[in-house]
């Protein structure tokens, strides 16, 4: 059986790098076929491309888990050459994701992916404060991820430290504040601490969420138009498994309520600065593709070796 559905998923990609992307892309996903797909950000939520972005963004992530937690990472995109282009073509991340900055949470090993292919945000118990927020917003609406995943994770030191009310020096009550009221939920539902915290834990990746929508109306026009999908995720330090808890369970709540942050909205205008790639650089097959939807399509069309190392 297996065999049978990696065979599968072998042919689709190929058809992807064989023949037209256009009509081969929703055969990636296993969805039927869809005449007459565009792959852009600027049709409005009634484009179903939009969807079948979101949808594959995810797909590759739950497939690299997969290999992770079960020891056959093949560690793709890590070579020269994806170096090279990404340094002359620029970054095309087809997810960001807010993590904790605990080191055993190492989230491009954890998703099996390389150079350029996530836009990372890490932070000491995955909160989303105004520096997490205003880089959430550049991955979202700048880098254009048609992705954003929170995610959590087991025995998470600053989430326990609140739980148990422990002592906090220097600057660490500002991470506190933002993760004592998921603290408190999980509290109010049983009086042990030790049970608390796996509850909290999970409350804190949905405050989390609640913080990003509730102050960002970047994000949340994004979420509106289709644009960007928002999820929720617990990563297991001890199997490696990354459990998907989906979206907001107030998601439709918290994207018609305004915003709450008083810092939002103040422009900056930056002046672009345009340079010329370096002439040895190779170019992309997809070059000449939407900037916020190259790299995805590269992603699913050269899949990883099955030879690559699985250390």
Known sequence: MKQAVDSDMTWRRQS???GSWRAAWPLALGLSLLPSIALTASSGPADPSLKLLRDASLMLLKEGNQRFATGKSQHPNLDSERRTNTVA???EPFA???ACSDSRDPVELLFDRGIGDLFVVRVAGNVAGHSELATVEYGVDHLHTPLLV?????????????VKGAELHGHLHHLAEKIKP?????????NQIE?????A??????????????QSSVVREKMKSGQVQVVGAVYDLETGRVNWLGAHPDQETLLVAPA??????HAVSVEPHVSTPPPSAKQSSSEKLPADNGALLRALSKPPSSAASTH
Do not use: F, Y
């Open 16 to 18: 992807i790098s064989s």
């Open 89 to 91: 073509q620029g970054q």
């Open 96 to 98: 960001t994701i807010l």
């Open 150 to 162: 929170v995610m959590g994770h087991t025995r998470c030191g600053a989430v326990t430290a609140v």
């Open 182 to 190: 998921a603290a408190d939920q999980a509290l109010g539902a049983t």
């Open 195 to 199: 049970a608390a915290i796996p509850a």
């Open 201 to 214: 834990i999970q409350a804190n990746v949905w405050q989390t969420i609640s913080d990003v929508l509730g």
């Open 260 to 265: 709450t942050d008083p810092a939002e909205g």
